[in-house]
């Protein structure tokens, strides 16, 4: 009998071990799923659910499969906070998010504190990386000093007979680049006829734009997000402006023709080189594509990003924070973006941006 209970026992253990070895991995994205800036939130949704597919459909990650929890976060500071602590409860072990800059430097704290790793696909604030709160804290997207390096030269030479306006939104993300490219421009000894702030969310720039007609601005230049850029430019139009609007990688999305129609030809950004172009991102832009979802922007960013983790993870051989810093640290990642490594801060040694045109509906290469 107690050689009965004793296998009873063995057997019971055994299970729960053998249940507890191929335990599901559960981590995150979070994102603007709302709100105005949803594009983008499905771009990261997008993204994160290929990538997850992907991997179990190979046998998962050390023989473990994935679970993806999505994050709200409507790019608002408080509830991105809300949402990092929400992944913490859930167990969480790596989130790749969030978009705006703006969300993932608090969120970063809540996740470093917690031994979270966090790798954003589209946070281009420099302090993102240079303050970061713990060494669990990367991102595969550039930097906007990277960006405002870029803008800023060709602004200064391009456009340096012209009168140059730069406004931006107030948030990280876009008084951070406006300010990195002003900065470079202003270094290369072109000066601004107009810097000023604008209000985001607001429906009706008109007021602003009367005010560049009357400076006579042939170029804006936008630190800002895709909705409000796209107002501007229309609204310009129909003050009968020829203004040149130039942005940065926040109109990386359709919407951003949507709302200018024929109004956003001619509009310059500044991006990362379009990685659907890419050899290895192939096979996932058709899977996206044939599922109905969107490979533009983010989207394989996002799936990078989980690629970069899911593969340190494999080199680790476990979970464990210390041992995936170490791997991501040292380690470099084939993705669908190109091979890519992280330097000391957490920033990635992929390319850095190039210039986009906005014609007929759709953005290219200029």
């Known amino acids: ?5 004793l296998a009873s026992v063995a057997g019971i253990t055994a299970i729960a071990l053998s249940s507890t070895a191929m335990a599901d991995i559960v981590i995150g994205t979070a994102g603007p799923m709302t709100g105005q800036y949803a594009s983008f939130g499905a771009q990261m949704k997008a993204g994160a659910e290929q990538a997850v597919a992907d991997i179990n459909a190979a046998g998962g990650v050390n023989g473990e499969m994935l679970v993806l929890e999505v994050g709200d976060d409507a790019c608002d500071p408080k509830q991105a906070v809300a949402v990092a602590n929400q992944m913490v409860g859930k167990g969480a072990v790596f989130m790749a998010g969030h978009f705006c800059s703006g969300s993932s430097i608090p969120a970063s704290q809540v ?9 954003t696909p589209a946070s281009t604030n420099p302090k993102f990386t240079d303050e970061r ?10 930097r906007d000093d990277q960006q405002g390096q870029v803008a800023g030269n ?3 030479t391009e456009f340096g007979d012209k009168n140059i306006a730069i406004i931006h939104d107030k948030t990280a993300y876009g008084k951070g680049l406006a300010d990195a490219t002003k900065a470079v421009m202003n270094a290369a000894g072109k000066d601004e006829a107009v810097y000023e702030a604008y209000t985001a969310g607001e429906k009706d720039y008109t007021a602003l734009v009367s005010k560049l007609k009357s400076e006579n601005i042939d170029v804006l230049y936008v630190g800002g997000y895709h909705t409000e850029a796209g107002l501007m430019k229309r609204q310009m139009a129909d003050q009968g402006m020829n203004t040149i609007l130039i942005s940065g990688d ?9 709302i200018t129609g024929p109004a956003g030809e001619g509009t310059l950004m500044t991006f990362s080189p379009d990685p659907r172009k890419n050899a290895e991102a192939a ?6 594509e044939a599922a109905g979802k969107t490979a533009e922007g983010y989207a394989l960013y996002t799936y990078a990003a989980i690629q970069a983790w899911a593969d340190a993870v494999e080199a680790a051989g476990s979970t464990d924070y210390d041992a995936v810093v170490e791997a991501l640290d040292s380690g470099e990642f084939e993705t669908v973006l190109g091979n890519l490594s992280f330097d000391e801060k957490g920033d990635v040694t992929l390319p850095g941006y190039v210039w986009y ?4 509906g759709n953005y290219d290469y200029r």
Do not use: F, H
Request: charged share 20%; hydrophobic share 40%; net charge negative.
């Open 1 to 5: 009998m107690k050689n009965s209970i």
């Open 111 to 119: 996740y470093a504190e917690e031994g979270i790793i966090q790798i």
């Open 133 to 142: 709160p713990g060494p669990g804290v990367y991102r595969v997207c550039g």
């Open 154 to 156: 060709t602004l200064a």
């Open 250 to 258: 926040a109109l990386v999305t359709d919407e951003y023709w949507s």
């Open 283 to 288: 096979p996932v832009v058709e899977a996206l």
């Open 357 to 360: 045109e906005w014609k007929d």
